[in-house]
């Protein structure tokens, strides 16, 4: 399921990320956001008054706001995180 | 610049790097710019326990050595001694958030490997507790191999411990250093980070946070944007009506001024001059200071509590449409209060076609010297009535001039964007911080005598000594003097180490006694991994 149609505020956890659909200049500042395959993600808040606005979402223990682009990049599975990923910490 | 050691804090935006860099240097700052770019340079003056003076500087807050805007480029090449006009800073102060650890410690490892004489201020150590997180500090000092000292900026708390630290770095001598950027690759260093935030955490409960509940009516895609335009409304109503009783106040000043100069001076140049070019002048200004001190409070207010960042997502899909992204809406905001520190902010917007935009339209945006000719006018050509309950129709004329401002300054943009800056926007990629309350200046909650640095409080009742010189026991309601006292009294080990005459062997191991710290790069050469420090046994 893509990050864009991960219902509110149900957790999750990143399966992949599409690297190559992102510039690399946002692609390392998702990095830097805690973005990587296995952390924790939930969906908080959607913005924009006619839709089309940004999402955002708590990862591990920060929250990030992103546009639907890097959203739509972002392959996500619903539970916790599993143990044996490296990204799980507020799970 | 200084013959000073130079020391500079480093660490991601929101580790409260600036509460701190306030904490310890207090009212000795010093502003300037790097030079050939608009990224302001914060330094200020800090005495250490043994009364050695050192200059802090406090770099932009970055989120890896890797730079993506101009002033992450200064962060990198001030660490790296690159940075032009600069020399290699002789240690760095680390400021890592303690509630987002795992993130934040990716960074500081980075900076650790560069191989500068580090400590590591565990910062905010009081929100990671109410967020439910139990953390060691001597853990982690152990695994990063610098000292790590836990404080609070805002509440000024381990300050003492944190220049201990410092002191001890600087006197341990430099050294090896490698100022270069490791090649170590950034999952590698993640992992690490990782690991290190998983053993440092001693205990974890998922905890619902306030900013949580907060952003849930803030953020609404309806609600969040009616509260931004009413917030904004109260905003510029207030500064109509709450500035006219002190401008009134003022502009009786300027004319008593003014009749005081008719009376003393012969008429003649100098008589004019005064009156018409200096009162006449600086005095129709002076009145409108009250309006610009409560614009600036109010943005202010709202980037000290952290909305800021709420107004910026909510108004990230209508920025969109001019091709610009939320980011631009603080410098755009900041404009209303100045378009300078508008147009500095936007150091910030790391795409270079997002950043011009937005420095080429945040001149239309009203400043506020603009304030007095809108008052002038208003108040000039506009009945002062009320058009319903609280709404003045001056206030609602300022509002209106204000939108005015601002899509005219979208319409530019947009028109911007199809020539000048043509391509491809950025995006909107940006933390949202947690809400905080504001704190005038970080230090409201400590009596006047205790926001001095202790060597100057100790300098004026208790010389170094224990007892108070002006008379121990016969003033006992000595304020100054007990607010010191308790403070000295929290760096038990400091003092026992001092009487029994060995200060110099100080190492600061208190703050709730969860931080046995070692200072000194030597500390990494020292077995502690069993606990105890090899230094401390012998």
């Not at chain 2, 991601?12 to 509460?19: E, I, V």
């Not at chain 2, 050192?54 to 932009?60: G, S, T």
Request: charge should be positive; charged fraction near 20%; glycine fraction near 10%.
């Amino acid at each position: 399921m893509r990050l864009l149609s991960l219902p509110l505020r149900s957790p999750a956890y990143i399966d992949t990320v599409d690297w190559d659909a992102l510039s690399p200049s946002e692609g390392q500042r998702l990095r830097e956001f805690g973005v990587c395959e296995g952390a924790s993600i939930e969906a908080l808040h959607r913005g924009g008054l006619l839709g089309g606005g940004p999402i955002a979402c708590r990862v591990g223990r920060m929250t990030v706001a992103m546009r639907r682009s890097h959203a739509a990049a972002i392959e996500v599975r619903t539970g916790p995180a599993p143990d044996d990923l490296p990204g799980n910490l507020a799970a | 610049m200084s013959s000073f050691p130079l020391v500079a804090l480093v660490g991601n935006p929101n580790a409260g790097k600036s509460a701190l860099f306030n904490a310890l240097t207090g009212a000795r700052q010093k502003l300037g710019n790097y030079p050939g770019v608009t990224v302001e340079r914060k330094a200020g003056r800090l005495s250490l326990p043994d009364g050695r003076p050192v200059e802090l500087v406090d770099l932009p807050g970055t989120y890896s050595l890797a730079p993506t805007s101009p002033d992450e480029q200064v962060t990198r090449d001030f660490v790296l001694g690159k940075q032009q006009g600069e020399k290699l800073p002789d240690a760095l102060v680390i400021v890592v958030d303690a509630s987002n650890l795992d993130n934040h410690l990716r960074f500081a490892l980075e900076l650790i490997g560069l191989g500068l004489p580090t400590v590591v201020a565990l910062n905010m150590v009081d929100l990671a507790t109410r967020d439910g997180l139990e953390l060691d500090a001597r853990i982690l000092s152990m695994e990063l191999g610098v000292p790590v000292i836990p404080t609070v900026a805002v509440r000024k708390r381990g300050l003492d411990d944190l220049k201990a630290a410092l002191e001890t770095l600087l006197s341990s001598g430099a050294t090896e250093i490698r100022p270069s950027a490791p090649p170590v690759s950034f999952e590698v260093v993640r992992k690490e980070a990782r690991r290190i935030a998983r053993i440092a955490i001693m205990r974890e409960t998922a905890s619902r946070r306030l900013t949580g509940a907060v952003d849930r009516v803030l953020l609404h895609p309806v609600a969040g944007f009616v509260i931004l335009l009413a917030l904004l409304f109260v905003m510029f109503q207030a500064v109509f009506s709450w500035a006219g009783p002190p401008a009134d106040l003022l502009e009786g000043w300027v004319l008593a001024l003014g009749a005081f100069i008719t009376n003393t001076l012969p008429p003649g140049i100098v008589h004019d001059f005064l009156l018409q070019g200096v009162v006449g002048g600086v005095g129709a200004v002076v009145v409108f200071l009250p309006q610009i001190l409560i614009l600036f409070f109010f943005i202010l207010m709202l980037e000290a509590t952290g909305y800021m960042a709420r107004a910026a997502f909510i108004m990230d899909a209508l920025m969109a449409r001019v091709g610009l992204s939320g980011r631009a809406f603080i410098p755009l905001l900041s404009s209303f209060a100045c378009a300078v520190p508008g147009i500095m902010a936007t150091r910030t917007i790391s795409d270079p076609k997002d950043r011009l935009t937005t420095i080429l339209i945040a001149p239309l945006m009203t400043c506020s010297a603009r304030l007095p000719v809108y008052g002038l006018i208003i108040a000039a050509f506009i009945p002062a009535r009320s058009v319903g309950p609280g709404i003045g129709l001056q206030g609602l004329v300022m509002f209106l001039l204000y939108v005015a401002g601002i899509v005219g300054a979208m319409l530019a943009a947009w028109a911007l964007r199809l020539t000048v800056t043509k391509g491809q926007s950025s995006g909107f990629l940006m933390e949202m911080p947690k809400y905080q309350l504001p704190r005038a200046a970080g230090h409201t909650d400590r009596p006047v005598a205790a926001r001095r640095d202790l060597p100057e409080a100790r300098g004026h009742h208790h010389s170094g000594d224990q007892h108070c010189p002006v008379g121990a026991g016969q003033l006992p309601a000595c304020a100054r003097w007990r607010t010191a006292k308790r403070i000295f009294n929290r760096g038990a080990d400091r003092r026992r180490h001092q009487r029994a005459g060995r200060a110099d062997r100080f190492q600061p191991r208190h703050f709730a006694g969860t931080a046995a710290v070692h200072g000194g790069a030597r500390s990494r050469r020292v077995g502690h991994r069993d606990g105890v420090c090899d230094r401390c046994r012998g």
